[in-house]
């Protein structure tokens, strides 16, 4: 479970960056709008930054459809049902805040570029389990394709 949360964190992240309406935000919104496939969601300890984690190498798939101000992050693990996470995103010219409303509580904040069909997202701080039942703060990496 300690997985899935870290992974629909690092999903409201990508939907946050892919659907905001600031005046300091992206010039064209629709460009974000669509679903996304991460091709990397990387979890780097901050106790010892040579300790990384990346979910999708381990067998995770993770999805994120992003639509006008609201996203839908669906994390499956290897064996196991998929599950659904959902919430708003905002994103500002290089900041992209999620914001859940289902599956999850808070905020996530990461920095954020768009290159063509991938989007990346950097350094949101959330719990990971590197040492299973011992959760511990770690930086988020994710990269997104669109599909």
Not at 11 to 29: M, R, Y
Not at 86 to 110: I, K, P
Request: negative net charge; hydrophobic residues 40%.
């Amino acid at each position: 479970m300690a997985k899935k949360f870290l992974v629909l964190l690092a999903a409201a992240a990508i939907l946050g960056a892919a659907g905001c309406k600031s005046s300091t935000g992206p010039e064209d919104e629709t460009e974000f709008i669509g679903t996304w496939h991460a091709t990397v969601a990387e979890y780097t300890s901050l106790a010892d930054p040579g300790t990384k984690v990346d979910i999708i190498a381990q067998g995770s798939t993770l999805t994120v459809v992003f639509s006008s101000g609201t996203f839908v992050l669906t994390i499956t693990d290897p064996g196991q049902s998929p599950e659904a996470f959902n919430g708003t995103w905002s994103a500002s010219m290089d900041v992209m805040t999620l914001t859940w409303t289902s599956g999850l509580s808070g905020e996530s904040q990461f920095d954020w570029s768009l290159n063509g069909s991938e989007l990346t997202l950097t350094g949101g701080h959330m719990p990971f389990e590197f040492t299973p039942g011992a959760p511990e703060e770690a930086v988020l990496k994710l990269i997104l394709v669109r599909q």
